[in-house]
């Protein structure tokens, strides 16, 4: 039996039968041949697990009209995260990750102005805010007025 190269492109990739069809528009007995002439397992009901943090944030997360990004997950006394193989991760520290592809040195906290914004590249850490505090104070003794 000769495979569809896209159906064998999405039995690899790890989808349902029931998925592939869906997508494709197609009937699902085939897929379940491919299946086995792939030597592929079935796939196993339910949702599947995050492989990672930042998989979590991106289901989590829900962009506003203004640009920006709200937090939907959980939430507990201000505290915005996920926890992911046994450790907690906070929503800012996941979104400076995401955007700045390193570990933020102290808290990562919006930059944008707007409160609980959870969009990646609206976060700073302490060498940013440094930074830019540095830069404010350059500024000012050159021009005499803060920026």
Not at 19 to 38: E, F, N, S, W, Y
Not at 69 to 76: F, I, L, Q, V
Not at 95 to 115: H, K, Q, T
Request: charged share 25%; with cysteine.
């Amino acid at each position: 039996m000769k495979v569809r190269a896209d159906v064998a492109k999405l039995l690899h990739a790890g989808y349902s039968n029931s998925a592939i069809a869906r997508q494709l528009g197609m009937d699902t007995r085939p897929i379940a041949k491919a299946r086995a002439v792939l030597c592929l397992p079935k796939v196993k009901p339910g949702r599947k697990p995050a492989a990672s943090p930042e998989d979590i944030f991106w289901r989590r997360v829900e962009p506003t009209d203004d640009g920006h990004m709200e937090w939907t997950g959980y939430s507990n006394a201000g505290s915005m995260g996920v926890r992911h193989s046994g450790r907690f991760y906070t929503a800012y520290r996941l979104a400076f990750r995401i955007a700045n592809g390193r570990e933020p040195e102290g808290y990562a906290l919006p930059s944008c102005g707007r409160d609980g914004c959870v969009k990646p590249g609206h976060h700073a850490d302490r060498a940013d805010r440094e930074q830019e505090q540095r830069v404010d104070t350059l500024y000012a003794a050159i021009f005499g007025t803060p920026a």
